[in-house]
């Protein structure tokens, strides 16, 4: 198979790859979306660690190709999501509920191959089957907007509240429709680059404008 490989700083080859040999309890899926994020650019210039060399990718969807004989929950043709973090479930934090401090921590697609690639090998604790009918493309958003919903919790929105989103890439459009849909009144998207602003007023902000822009008021 293709896979996008990480091979240090500033180097992402795209190379031929084998597809290694299932253990038990994971699955094969093959991948049909899987999304660019920040922390791939940060791995890629070194301001973020990861693995090398590693098939980088955590934000993807797919279907299953092949499972190991002990994975009875999923099935071969079942489209799936991926939750990329891999806690251990055993350490003072997994036991106490904070996963995300969880000292044995892995990542597709950081510390483990990604779905940057044609195939992904994948603990099937880590997938969430969907129904047929779902739209792959939607499905590899799984994971950011996982993110921007414990955003939005902490970001506490009552209705009627004006709410000001800084940067309209992909999280910052996701937010647009979140905080519209927690009951915010006015959506105020502060964004530099035209067609972005378009989209964000597009999915629901109810002003866009620029950093640069001098005469607001
Ligand atoms: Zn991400
Ligand atoms: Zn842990």
Do not use: W
């Not at 990718?57 to 489209?79: C, L, P, R, T, Y």
């Not at 939750?83 to 350490?91: L, R």
């Not at 459009?173 to 602003?197: C, T, W, Y």
């Not at 902000?205 to 950093?211: E, G, R, V």
Request: proline share 4%.
């Amino acid at each position: 198979m293709l896979a996008a490989v990480y091979n240090g700083v500033n180097q992402l080859d795209l190379l031929e790859h084998s597809i290694r040999q299932l253990k038990g309890g994971e699955v094969l899926i093959k991948v049909s979306y899987c999304g660019v994020c920040g922390t791939d650019h940060h791995i890629i210039s070194g301001k973020a660690p990861a693995k090398i060399p590693v098939i980088l990718g955590h934000e993807f969807s797919g279907v299953i190709v092949d499972k190991a004989d002990n994975v009875n929950e999923i099935q071969i043709g079942d489209k799936v999501a991926v939750d990329p973090n891999i806690f251990c479930g055993k350490c003072k934090y997994c036991r106490k509920a904070m996963v995300h401090f969880c000292e044995n921590h892995h990542a597709l697609g950081v510390t483990l191959d990604g779905g940057f690639a044609e195939y992904a090998v994948v603990p099937s604790s880590q997938i969430y089957s969907l129904p047929n009918e779902f739209d792959l493309s939607l499905a590899a958003f799984a994971e950011p907007l996982s993110c921007c919903l414990r955003g939005i919790k902490q970001a506490d929105i009552k209705p009627g509240d004006t709410v000001a989103i800084i940067g309209g890439g992909a999280i910052g459009l996701m937010m647009i429709q979140l905080v519209k849909l927690s009951g915010a009144a006015k959506v105020i998207l502060v964004e530099p680059i035209e067609s972005r602003k378009k989209i964000g007023l597009k999915l629901g902000a109810d002003i866009a404008f620029s950093p640069d822009d001098k005469n607001l008021v």
